[in-house]
């Protein structure tokens, strides 16, 4: 077995936005038989596809902008491999319409449109 793959997998760091899929995988090894990763409280599983096991992991919108770690468990001749991920998460500026009250409160006295842009 090659050290290279485990090394490069420890080493990079996957970095996403809020709202966001980032894709991560691993070689395929002699003897996997599962790979998946517990990431914010869910456990994700991989899927093998020719030279390589991968999944899509999502991040929520509502997800704080940090670093944060994922605990990747490869089943290989029947043990459990531990390996961890590092996840950045960067913050992303979603245009949000802030009311006035008192444009609010014209909007109360006159006929209420149908439809609100």
């Known amino acids: 077995m090659s050290l290279l793959p485990v090394i490069a997998f420890l080493a990079a760091a996957i970095t996403g936005q809020q709202g966001q899929a ?10 996997i038989e ?3 990763i517990r990431f914010q409280n869910k456990t994700i599983p991989y899927t093998h596809a020719g030279q390589e096991w991968f999944t899509v992991v999502g991040l929520d919108l509502d997800v704080k902008p940090g670093s944060y770690a994922g605990d990747v468990r490869v ?7 531990r390996r961890s991920v590092k996840i950045d998460v ?8 802030v009311w006035a009250l008192k444009a609010y409160k014209a909007l109360r006295r006159g006929p209420v449109p149908a439809v609100i842009n």
Do not use: M, Q, W, Y
Request: proline share 7%; no cysteine; aromatic share 4%.
């Open 22 to 31: 980032v894709r991560l995988s691993i070689a395929d090894e002699p003897g």
């Open 34 to 36: 599962r790979v998946e």
């Open 75 to 81: 089943t290989r001749n029947n043990k459990v491999e």
């Open 90 to 97: 960067k913050a992303v500026k979603f245009p949000v319409e």
